[in-house]
């Protein structure tokens, strides 16, 4: 069973440091989506040779202004970039790769290219949205910050092999099948999407592996001009990083592989077995924080057994929404999957499951959906087509157990809530859909003898790419690679451990390696102002509310940021005019900020008394919970309410 990838959060500090300094940038926050990769095989060919790739197509890149949606930072710039299929084959098909990018400050000194994992993710996205904010918390302003969806995702011949309405039909099938319908069903979502691809792409499919999205970075790197490339890599997005350097290590100049994936020498039981006790760990801590803190919704003396309760549940009868769309076991699996990714999801996972528990999948839905890609209208991503394509294609699938129905016992036993369904049968279908999809590839063997320094980051509680993996691969790519190790909880730490962020962009803009055995912890919380409690609130305007959705898809954790949230019948402009009126006979003084989240219906206010500190006042209105980036909050906030978002700026 491979845990499937999905969105987290970006932090959100960066965003409000921009705003109190005054840039004219203006900044859209979303989720970035670092991904857990899949358990891979253990049956590694060759070492693959590097190419030489010559200069792309299109010898510039003719940078220029963004017409995609969610590029709405009008300082970002975008291109596309030509290059082959088939690397063997250069005359022949092609992709153009889209490609966005902060550009460098002054005197630019190189680029640094981003690649938020899957295999599949979006790498254009966490640009688009949060550039700005990546690049000013990393402090790399003399390097181009860039993104690109690697080939076979969404703008870069994104894959479709079968339509959204299969995806929505098949999204969430029961594991176990009670019924006729229900087994067909589940043989038929594989089986489907395997023909859909075998018709449509043929042959093609081996060609979207990361030995060739490698290739493709080193294109990029020529299009820029530039000797050597900087990489950022979160969770896949480390293996394409350490791919890339195996096959060109002179012209690695930095890399940081956050969240490391290592498929190299994992055995056969490994492959299966470590997402799944990753899981299984995480979901005990979660579990413990419920049954201790008081405003878990989903509390119990035994979080665990009513969590089994509710799952059995839901396999026995499924529930429906208001929408129609019925709910069952698979859905609550995929949601409580996707919360154990962040600590910031744990709130939103115990409402959720507790709303389900009393008849509502609201929760649970939009959880899971945003885990998955897909949208409010049932539009999806392309990450779910792409995600097996790729990884069949670049050999890390996984491999055929000698004794299935032994393994399956010991992966019950191992992780007795996510294996508990798994069955021998199971196990050999995910064994065998590479070989349906691509057959027999090979796939690069992990090392590393050049000069460019390397963090390697891993996570003593990440879930979805377990610490075992970085120790290997630190140890795989030599003596200029270093491991830090993030004590706290959760996958992908960029922007959101300080201690880890800070070392990132030594690295990146300085070449600064970090001691040896270095270790992170978990940032203390920010403290209230002594000011806040003085702030005044109009009389339209609730008490605060704690919508723990809408925090995490927002990034604001309190770790970074010391913020309220409260709601009002008010438009979005009535509530920051109230605020601003409340606030007249105040020392805060108003003043003119970029846009914190430049999404339609959002308003936003700036104070500043310089003795106290600044206030961010954003007002959402209901229209803003259809636009993709808070769709998954949508759930939690009444019909035809305003949010209102206080935020304390330090000065």
């Not at 010898?59 to 709405?72: E, F, H, K, Y």
């Not at 302003?141 to 039909?169: K, N, Q, T």
Request: glycine content about 8%.
């Amino acid at each position: 069973m491979a845990m499937r990838p999905r969105r987290r959060v970006l932090a959100f500090l960066a965003l409000i440091s921009i705003a109190a300094c005054g840039t004219s940038a203006d900044v859209r926050s979303t989720r970035a989506d670092p991904i857990g990769s899949a358990p891979v095989s253990s049956d590694a060919p060759d070492s693959t040779e590097p190419d030489t790739t010559d200069a792309p197509r299109n010898s510039t890149l003719d940078w220029g202004p963004c017409d995609d949606p969610n590029a709405q930072d009008s300082s970002l710039e975008c291109t596309t970039l030509n290059v082959p299929l088939d690397y063997d084959n250069p005359g022949g098909d092609s992709i153009d790769l889209a490609l966005i990018r902060v550009a460098a400050d002054g005197d630019r000194t190189g680029a640094v290219l981003l690649n938020p994992g899957g295999p599949g993710a979006s790498g254009f996205d966490p640009i688009a949205f949060s550039g700005q904010a990546i690049a000013v918390g990393l402090g790399i302003g003399s390097l181009d910050l860039i993104g690109f969806d690697p080939r076979g995702v969404d703008r870069s011949g994104g894959i479709h092999c079968v339509s959204d309405a299969f995806m929505d039909e098949h999204l969430y099938v029961d594991d176990t099948p009670d019924t006729t319908e229900e087994e067909a069903l589940k043989d038929e979502a594989e089986d489907g999407f395997i023909e859909g691809c075998r018709q449509k792409y043929g042959d093609t499919l081996r060609f979207y592996s990361t030995e060739n999205a490698a290739r493709d970075i080193d294109a990029i790197r020529a299009a820029l001009g530039d000797d050597q490339i900087s990489f950022l890599g979160i969770s896949y997005g480390t293996y394409l990083g350490a791919a890339y350097a195996t096959m060109y290590p002179d012209r690695v100049r930095a890399m940081v592989l956050d969240s490391a994936f290592d498929p190299d020498d994992d055995t056969v039981q490994q492959q299966f077995e470590t997402q799944l006790v990753g899981f299984e760990g995480a979901f005990d801590n979660w579990a413990a924080w419920c049954e201790g803190d008081p405003t878990c919704e989903f509390a119990a003396t035994d979080v665990g057994a009513r969590w089994d309760a509710l799952i059995q549940q839901l396999d026995d009868s499924p529930i429906t929404g208001a929408d129609g769309r019925v709910a069952n076991n698979a859905t609550m699996e995929r949601a409580t999957q996707a919360a154990l990714y962040s600590e910031s999801q744990w709130p939103v996972l115990s409402r959720a499951l507790a709303q389900a528990e009393a008849g509502d999948p609201i929760g649970i839905f939009a959880v899971a959906d945003s885990y998955n890609g897909r949208s409010e209208d049932g539009a999806f991503t392309t990450l779910f087509q792409s995600f097996p394509v790729i990884q069949c294609a670049s050999g890390i699938g996984l491999s055929l157990p000698d004794d299935p129905e032994a393994l399956t016992a010991t992966l019950r036993a191992a992780a007795p809530r996510f294996a508990k369904t798994i069955t021998a049968d199971d196990l050999i279908s995910e064994a065998n859909m590479c070989e349906r999809l691509v057959g027999d590839v090979d796939r690069v063997e992990l090392s590393y003898d050049g000069e460019g320094p390397i963090v390697v980051v891993g996570g003593a509680n990440d879930p979805a790419t377990p610490i075992r993996w970085a120790r290997e691969l630190t140890a795989r790519l030599g003596p200029n690679a270093r491991l830090v190790t993030y004590t706290g909880e959760g996958h992908g730490q960029l922007l959101v451990s300080s201690c880890v962020t800070e070392i990132e962009g030594a690295l990146l803009a300085d070449l600064t390696l970090p001691d040896p055995d270095t270790e992170c912890g978990t940032d203390p919380i920010v403290d209230k102002p002594d000011w806040w409690d003085d702030l005044p609130v109009p009389d339209e305007v609730s008490d605060v509310v704690t919508l723990p959705a809408l925090a995490a898809v927002l990034g604001a954790l309190p770790t970074q940021v010391f913020s309220e949230m409260r709601t009002t019948s008010l438009s979005a402009e009535e509530a920051v005019a109230a605020y601003t009126d409340a606030l007249s006979d105040s020392d805060f003084q108003q003043f003119d900020a970029p846009a914190v989240l430049p999404i339609d219906d959002v308003v936003q206010g700036a104070f500043a008394d310089f003795e106290s500190g600044a206030l961010v006042v954003i007002g959402i209105g209901p229209a803003a919970f259809d636009d993709r980036v808070l769709q998954s909050a949508k759930a939690e906030v009444p019909a035809n309410t305003t949010v209102v978002w206080l935020i304390a700026v330090p000065i």
